[in-house]
């Protein structure tokens, strides 16, 4: 927690503290610097910005339900990764579902909606060229970003929304312990389909979707990947934790 607080503090909303941490700005300064010339600065400083933006609105969505839900949740950190709700929703499968399912929500509400307003040619009205430029661009960029961050959220390995919406959906049927055991070794599995993706030795590709991983050397990828990996390993040794206490 105090690697996590180590960053600019934007605010308090709703009663949770929001922070960027420090290595975001690392991150946001070697996107533009290393960005591809022929894209002018402003396009990805507004990529930056609307993906950063809809990843605190998605942990919004956590934060404020586990609230609702009766538990605590003072704390978000942006980082390179993504976002981080510090959250304790009471110790109950549905309360955690609610809490976990309620981020990807938010962006299940917004692809639809940013691709209804790019199918429709709604950003098309505005009469400035430049205005309208950056709004076109602006919306295609919505639309996917929250496709993508709900697709690859939705993929079931921890820290991820997949991983922990599988652990609470089987939490409820088959009990707490089991559940851990049976979630951690799939995102065991799915963290080292991530590292095999971001080296770039296969990809894959839902084109109903459009959603493509691989294909290519990926670092974040494979960090990311290696994460999952750890801490779905994690997740699966407190299972056998749990089930050794159980016997004694």
């Not at 990996?229 to 089930?243: L, P």
Request: contains cysteine; hydrophobic residues 55%.
């Amino acid at each position: 927690m105090d690697f996590f607080n180590q960053g600019i503090p934007l605010g308090r909303w709703f009663g949770i503290t929001v922070v960027i941490h420090w290595t975001f700005l690392l991150y946001a300064a070697d996107k533009v610097m290393r960005r591809d010339p022929a894209l002018p600065v402003w396009f990805t400083v507004m990529y930056i910005v609307l993906l950063f933006g809809t990843v605190l609105v998605h942990e919004f969505g956590h934060a404020l339900s586990c609230k609702a839900m009766g538990g605590e949740a003072i704390h978000i950190v942006l980082w390179p990764l993504g976002g981080i709700a510090f959250v304790k929703p009471p110790m109950n499968p549905w309360a955690w579902l609610v809490t976990t399912a309620c981020g990807p929500l938010v962006n299940a509400i917004l692809w639809p909606t940013f691709w209804a307003i790019n199918t429709y040619g709604i950003a098309d009205t505005v009469p400035t060229s430049q205005l309208q430029l950056m709004l076109q661009v602006g919306c295609q960029l919505m639309e996917d970003i929250n496709r993508l961050l709900l697709l690859f959220n939705l993929i079931p390995a921890y820290p991820m929304d997949g991983g922990r919406l599988l652990q609470e959906l089987l939490w409820i049927f088959i009990g707490y312990g089991r559940s851990l055991m049976i979630a951690g070794m799939v995102g065991t599995v799915a963290g080292v389909g991530f590292i095999v993706l971001g080296l770039g030795l296969t990809s894959i590709h839902i084109p109903v979707v459009n959603f493509t991983l691989g294909g290519g050397i990926n670092v974040m990828l494979a960090v990311i990947g290696l994460l999952c990996a750890m801490q779905s390993f994690a997740i699966y040794q407190r299972s056998q934790e749990i089930a050794e206490w159980k016997k004694n």
